[in-house]
């Protein structure tokens, strides 16, 4: 395992090529194995603070696969792939999720993907000496903030729209709208829902300050200051920072962790602070995308 970094936590009974990529902090479980054959050019790149659970298996072909930062893989889940895989920050996934990327899949940053849910990019089974044509391998896309709330199916050669909801049990077999909110099998759009209300900066700024207020409660060695559009959160007698600003970002320096309430965007530095505070907030306050 020659491509990983030390920071992480893989159990000694993971299987993991050394063609594969491993960036710092992730944690990886009992008997999770990780595969890309040796003889292709392909290659696995994952990046920071991931957690792959007990059991998952990860076998990639030629198309390869990315995976970015503080995604959640839990137990018992296959992702398969032929073509090329991409899957972006912040996403989770239930255990016993199926994910096959032979006609290339790319995922999204903040997609949720609940237990039982199968993602596919192709269709094959009867044969073709035979007529069958029901065959095809075609790329699907999941855009950012997409939710499958559980044992939802996903057809191959589909779009899901940014912050759409699929409803448990949705056969998604066409492409979605983004806000929108599908139900049934074959999944059909639900005209009168919406989980989503519009929200301003400022109000971004203020929920943000009850998050570092409850944060700093359980921490003592954690403060806080605040102005009218500026929240830093610090160690004591140390020069780490996490600054929450409403603008774009403009400032990169090291120690300090930048988060902008406007674009979601912040300055990956991976301090313990950061990293602390960030796994206190990501699961569904709020999450945000490195600047790369």
Same mark, same amino acid.
């Given at each position: 395992?020659?491509?990983?970094?030390?920071?992480?936590?893989?159990?000694?009974?993971?299987?993991?090529? %050394?063609?594969?990529?491993?960036?710092?902090?992730?944690?990886?479980?009992?008997?999770? &194995?990780?595969?890309?054959?040796?003889?292709?050019?392909?290659?696995?790149?994952?990046?920071?603070?991931?957690?792959?659970?007990?059991?998952? =298996?990860?076998?990639?072909?030629?198309?390869?696969?990315? +995976?970015?930062?503080?995604? &959640?893989?839990?137990?018992?889940?296959?992702?398969?792939?032929?073509?090329?895989?991409?899957?972006?920050?912040?996403?989770?996934?239930?255990?016993?999720? +199926?994910?096959?990327?032979? !006609? !290339?899949?790319?995922? !999204?940053? !903040?997609? =949720?993907?609940?237990?039982?849910?199968?993602?596919?990019?192709?269709?094959?089974?009867?044969?073709?000496?035979?007529?069958?044509?029901?065959?095809?391998?075609?790329?699907?896309?999941?855009?950012?903030?997409?939710?499958? &709330?559980?044992?939802?199916?996903?057809?191959?050669?589909?779009?899901?729209?940014?912050?759409?909801?699929?409803?448990?049990?949705?056969?998604?077999?066409?492409?979605?709208?983004?806000?929108?909110?599908?139900?049934?099998?074959?999944?059909?759009?639900?005209?009168?829902?919406?989980?989503?209300?519009?929200?301003?900066?400022?109000?971004? *700024?203020?929920?943000?300050?009850?998050?570092?207020?409850?944060?700093?409660?359980?921490?003592?060695? &954690?403060?806080?200051?605040?102005?009218?559009?500026?929240? +830093? *959160?610090?160690?004591?007698?140390?020069?780490? #920072?996490?600054?929450?600003?409403?603008?774009?970002?403009?400032?990169?320096?090291?120690?300090?962790?930048?988060?902008? *309430?406007?674009?979601?965007?912040?300055?990956?530095?991976?301090?313990?602070? %950061? #990293?602390?505070?960030? #796994?206190? +907030?990501?699961?569904?306050?709020? =999450?945000?995308?490195?600047?790369?």
């Amino acid at each position: 395992m020659k491509n990983i970094d030390e920071d992480n936590e893989i159990d000694l009974s993971a299987k993991i090529d %050394e063609n594969v990529i491993i960036g710092k902090f992730n944690k990886i479980g009992k008997n999770v &194995v990780i595969q890309c054959p040796k003889n292709i050019n392909a290659k696995i790149d994952i990046g920071d603070c991931n957690i792959i659970n007990d059991n998952t =298996r990860i076998f990639i072909g030629e198309g390869g696969l990315t +995976i970015g930062d503080w995604n &959640v893989f839990h137990n018992d889940m296959l992702i398969i792939g032929g073509k090329s895989m991409k899957i972006g920050h912040n996403c989770w996934f239930g255990q016993n999720t +199926i994910i096959d990327s032979s !006609g !290339g899949l790319e995922i !999204g940053n !903040g997609v =949720r993907v609940g237990m039982y849910s199968q993602i596919w990019t192709h269709v094959a089974s009867g044969e073709l000496i035979e007529g069958c044509t029901l065959y095809g391998m075609k790329k699907t896309t999941i855009e950012d903030d997409v939710w499958l &709330v559980g044992s939802c199916m996903v057809s191959s050669g589909i779009t899901l729209g940014e912050k759409g909801i699929c409803l448990s049990g949705s056969n998604i077999t066409k492409d979605t709208l983004s806000n929108s909110v599908y139900s049934g099998s074959p999944a059909k759009i639900m005209e009168k829902l919406n989980f989503y209300k519009p929200i301003s900066t400022i109000e971004k *700024l203020n929920l943000m300050l009850k998050w570092v207020e409850n944060y700093c409660s359980f921490n003592n060695n &954690v403060t806080f200051s605040k102005t009218d559009d500026t929240i +830093i *959160l610090y160690i004591n007698d140390t020069s780490e #920072r996490l600054i929450f600003i409403c603008e774009e970002i403009k400032q990169n320096k090291k120690d300090t962790t930048y988060f902008s *309430l406007k674009t979601k965007h912040y300055t990956k530095q991976l301090t313990s602070l %950061e #990293r602390d505070f960030y #796994r206190f +907030i990501y699961g569904y306050k709020a =999450r945000f995308i490195p600047i790369i």
